[in-house]
């Protein structure tokens, strides 16, 4: 079993490389964004981080947030959602809960209101079925502030909303018109 230190280290240096750098370790995601498992071990080794095995299926079965899956046969592994690198990964559209929910920092509030929600420099805007999930991800952005999503009339109006395997809401943007602080 792997110390939290371990578990919180290599979680950490799997999504730097999953998510935004694949090409620092010579990795390139296949459709899907699946690595072979043995790759991302030998990069691993290679970048002076060697983990084994064992290790990378405890990081991806005890991971808190799900970030990482392998696929049905275990040689393939990806980080679930949250690239900054282009790739698809072959989710179908799926119609989410009425309203979901997006926690930010209190310093963002502003600029979400005159702008709406937008994805920055990722693939996707990450959204929550739930406000405790929403609140404490705004809590990494300093004083939590949670704004509820119509994503019922997003849908409506032609929206595209994707299901990650860890259960988080993936869409391109949040329009200004769809939001309510709560």
Not at 16 to 28: D, I, T, W
Not at 48 to 65: A, C, H, M
Not at 106 to 111: G, H, P, T
Request: aromatic share 6%; hydrophobic share 40%; net charge positive.
């Amino acid at each position: 079993m792997l110390s939290e230190e371990r578990l919180v280290h290599v979680s950490k240096f799997l999504s730097k490389h999953l998510r935004h750098q694949p090409e620092r370790l010579g990795l390139v995601l296949a459709p899907g964004g699946w690595v072979p498992v043995t790759d991302l071990l030998t990069a691993c080794a290679r970048a002076g981080l060697p983990v084994s095995p064992d290790e990378l299926e405890e990081v991806v079965r005890t991971n808190s947030k799900q970030r990482f899956s392998f696929d049905a046969t275990g040689t393939l592994i990806r980080a679930n959602q949250g690239h900054s690198v282009e790739v698809d990964l072959q989710l179908a559209p799926r119609v989410p809960p009425d309203v979901l929910y997006h926690g930010t920092g209190e310093r963002s509030v502003q600029a979400i209101q005159e702008r709406g929600i937008l994805k920055m420099s990722r693939q996707h805007l990450h959204l929550s079925s739930d406000v405790a999930t929403a609140r404490s991800v705004g809590a990494r952005h300093g004083r939590p502030v949670v704004f509820a999503i119509h994503s019922a009339a997003m849908v409506r109006d032609g929206h595209l909303f994707y299901l990650s395997d860890n259960g988080v809401w993936l869409v391109e943007h949040v329009p200004c018109g769809y939001l309510q602080r709560i």
